[in-house]
């Protein structure tokens, strides 16, 4: 994932030959394999490419202030090494089945009763962890899924069911495509269905946002689902995949937000629930801090950005 001067895109850092080489060592020999050539891969990055540490430190010095020197140091191969963790995990899901890593979900009996009142569903996801973990149990929600998703041109990092060249399991509807995209979920909702958003990271297109005070300043959030919530009625469910163990995942359904019709407009009335998201978000931060994969300056504005309250 690298930074661009709107903020970030999505394309990796690697070459196409280096993420071959991986998902070879994981036909070979699964995890690892995989991990054991992580170690020294991350090691490269974490002390001769001051660029990708340099994107680290934004989010590490707010989560971290204070800390220098080789606690520093030490804090930039961990949050590296764990998004490397979780790309391995995401390849691994797609070349080995969902079967490859152990995912519990404790409250999965509660968001089915969810999906089953037939308001329609959004799930707000984070780039924490390995979302695709969670995948296997949304198949089981019995509800078409569509995801809002944003896929740089050239990105040659490869999503889990593409390894199998398997058709995809959720709808993709792009943000760039007219009004962002709003209106086809809209009418997913309406139908009862799933909508999948990512609600920490505004786009490269042109997205309203508000300011919301994370980790000791004030950072830009996407209102895109809450004004969803606010449009039909469909609940928020928040959820974090957190990494638990080597091979093992947990889903924790940290929140259920309701948007009453009225919280639409102006755009300040969402303040409070988009504040309950980032309040949960940071506590995740505070209890993970190394799965919080944020590479650029959040707490950046940028300038084709919208942030007003209309």
Known sequence: M?????????????????HNFFYQLIRLGGRH???????????YYTLFRPDQRAKARYYLERRFPGRRGPAALLDDYRLILMLGRALVDRALIGIRGPEALHTRFPEEARLSRLAAEDRGLILLTSHVGCWQAAMVYL????????????RNEGDIDRHY????????????????????????????????????????????????????????????????????????????????PVKT?????????????????EAGRPLARLQPYLARYVAVLENLCRRH???????????????????SDT
Not at 2 to 13: I, Q
Not at 245 to 261: N, Q
């Open 2 to 18: 690298t930074a661009s001067k709107k903020g970030w895109d999505s394309r990796s850092v690697g070459t196409p030959w280096q």
């Open 33 to 43: 394999l995989s991990y054991l050539f992580l170690y020294p891969v991350v090691l």
């Open 139 to 150: 198949a089981r929600l019995g509800r078409p899924v569509h995801m809002l998703m944003e």
């Open 161 to 240: 069911f593409e390894h199998q060249r398997r058709q995809c399991p959720y709808r993709i509807i792009e943000p760039s495509s007219f009004l962002g995209g709003s209106i086809e979920m809209v009418a997913a909702l309406k139908r009862g269905e799933i909508v999948a958003i990512m609600g920490d990271r505004l786009g490269s297109h042109k997205e309203r946002s508000l300011n919301i005070d994370f980790l000791g300043a004030p950072a830009p959030f996407p209102v895109a689902a809450w004004k969803l919530a606010a449009a039909t009625g469909a609940p928020v469910a928040i959820l974090f």
């Open 245 to 261: 163990g080597p091979d093992s995942y947990i889903i924790e359904l940290a929140e259920i937000i309701e948007v009453p019709p």
């Open 289 to 307: 801090p190394f799965q919080f994969f944020n590479f650029y300056d959040l707490w950046k504005s940028p300038d084709d950005h919208l942030t």
